[in-house]
């Protein structure tokens, strides 16, 4: 990787490590991960320069206590100070999607330790509204300077309401309640205008 080599392991048994987790998002959405899989931002998974693929662990963010299972599908991170690369879903679950990056513990689980759910989608996707405009211009501007500042996907539809054109901007869509209602925390603390859920 990037003129690197790293040895993988034979097993995951036992490992356990703690370091810098960072994310990555929309840059990378529907690309094929190291596996063939096609990388969601959303998905449960992670990449890891020398655990076998795939293995599933558990991340805890030490400075919150929260924590996921991811299941490593990847290869990375890039950056030689960080041990785990998670997508951007998952940093949502650990709280550290703003910052870009955490001190975590990670450790392997046996397949028996994890409830697999990887097939089961929302029945939903929800989203936030963040308004909707008479410019598209101006709703142009809102959804790229969101999508550039948290890699969040953005979208921008046009909608005749009481005989005009405007322009909506949402934020979405959001696999969880707890992910949407995340980003919108950090929406509203940032000063945007309070966005509203939409199914």
Request: zero cysteines.
């Amino acid at each position: 990787m990037n003129g690197s080599f790293y040895t993988v392991h034979g097993s995951a048994r036992g490992y356990r490590e703690k370091g810098v987790a960072s994310w990555y998002g929309m840059k990378f959405q529907g690309l094929p991960t190291a596996n063939g899989e096609i990388f969601d931002v959303y998905g449960a998974t992670a990449a890891h320069r020398s655990l076998p693929i795939p293995t599933y662990v558990r991340v805890t963010n030490l400075e919150n206590d929260r924590s996921v299972v991811l299941r490593v599908n990847d290869r990375g991170p890039f950056h030689p100070q960080r041990l785990i690369d998670i997508s951007y879903g998952a940093a949502l679950e650990l709280g550290f999607a703003e910052r870009g990056t955490a001190t975590v513990l990670i450790e392997s689980l046996e397949l028996a330790e994890v409830d697999d759910r990887r097939e089961v989608q929302a029945a939903t996707h929800r989203y936030l509204q963040l308004g909707a405009y008479a410019s598209e211009s101006a709703a142009g501007e809102l959804g790229h300077e969101v999508r550039l500042r948290w890699a969040y996907p953005v979208s921008v539809s046009a909608v005749d309401a009481d005989g005009r054109r405007l322009h909506r901007v949402r934020v979405g869509p959001f696999l969880t309640m707890q992910t949407l209602d995340q980003a919108r925390d950090v929406l509203i603390e940032a000063g945007y205008p309070v966005p509203y859920k939409i199914p």
